[in-house]
């Protein structure tokens, strides 16, 4: 248990749809990374926010956004969906901002678009 | 760009035997880190080891061993006395504090332990 929590565990949901992925970092982490794993694209970093700001933006798309809030949870808003959104979505924390800090993951939220 | 190459998409290796994973990548970036994850069937993401760019020095936890050619790009993982706990997916990344892609990562190598 890496001590991050990812809610929920598994979404089932149609096209053109809105959701929110939850992440609640490990205590004492200031850093949320969100990814994208599929089989087209393989692991994706998406962005990162850093104690409330976004701190790096990967290759998220223009239909996702996310936020950090002041008790640092962090939430991945995904709109317009579409088959190819279907991915497992992980989001991982570490203590501070930059990338030599080990990142440890959540078990992930396995999306479906159907 | 940067990339990330892993070649072998499987490999194979006999319980208690010597294994070692492939990774080349690509950077014109000084100032990088080199990370390999495992992905056993839980899917769980989890850091086995990384190196720092800078350091010449190979990275080692327990059984597990890095060989870092900065010069040719290369990161393989070694990992010694192969256990069953082994078996997972394992990923080569690539982390650059400042580009906007701040970590790339390559397809992946699935290791089977067989006993």
């Known amino acids: 248990d890496s001590g991050v929590t990812q809610t929920p565990k598994h979404l089932i949901t149609a096209t053109g749809q809105r959701v929110t992925l939850r992440c609640s970092p490990r205590?004492?982490?200031?850093?949320v990374y969100w990814y994208q794993q599929s089989l087209d694209q393989g692991l994706q970093f998406l962005i990162q926010y850093y104690n409330g700001e976004e701190r790096a933006k990967g290759n998220i798309l223009e239909r996702f956004s996310a936020q950090q809030f002041p008790d640092l949870h962090s939430e991945l808003n995904l709109s317009s969906l579409e088959l190819g959104d279907s991915a497992l979505y992980f989001c991982?924390?570490?203590?501070?901002?930059?990338?030599?800090?080990?990142?440890?993951f959540g078990p992930g939220t396995r999306l479906t678009v159907l | 760009a940067q990339t990330v190459t892993q070649s072998q998409p499987e490999m194979s290796v006999q319980e208690a035997e010597t294994v070692t994973l492939s990774c080349t990548y690509d950077t014109s970036e000084s100032d990088y880190y080199l990370f390999w994850y495992k992905q056993p069937p839980s899917r769980q993401m989890i850091l086995v080891i990384r190196?720092?760019?800078?350091?010449?020095q190979n990275a080692t936890e327990n059984r597990f061993s890095v060989n870092f050619q900065k010069a040719a790009k290369s990161f393989s993982l070694k990992i010694s006395d192969s256990q069953l706990g082994d078996a997972a997916m394992y990923f080569c990344?690539?982390?650059?504090?400042?580009?906007?892609?701040?970590?790339?990562f390559g397809k992946g190598t699935r290791l089977h332990i067989l006993p």
């Open positions: 991982a924390s570490s203590v501070g901002e930059g990338v030599e800090d080990t990142q440890y």
């Open positions: 190196q720092e760019a800078y350091k010449q």
């Open positions: 205590s004492g982490d200031l850093s």
């Open positions: 990344a690539l982390s650059n504090p400042y580009r906007d892609d701040k970590i790339i």
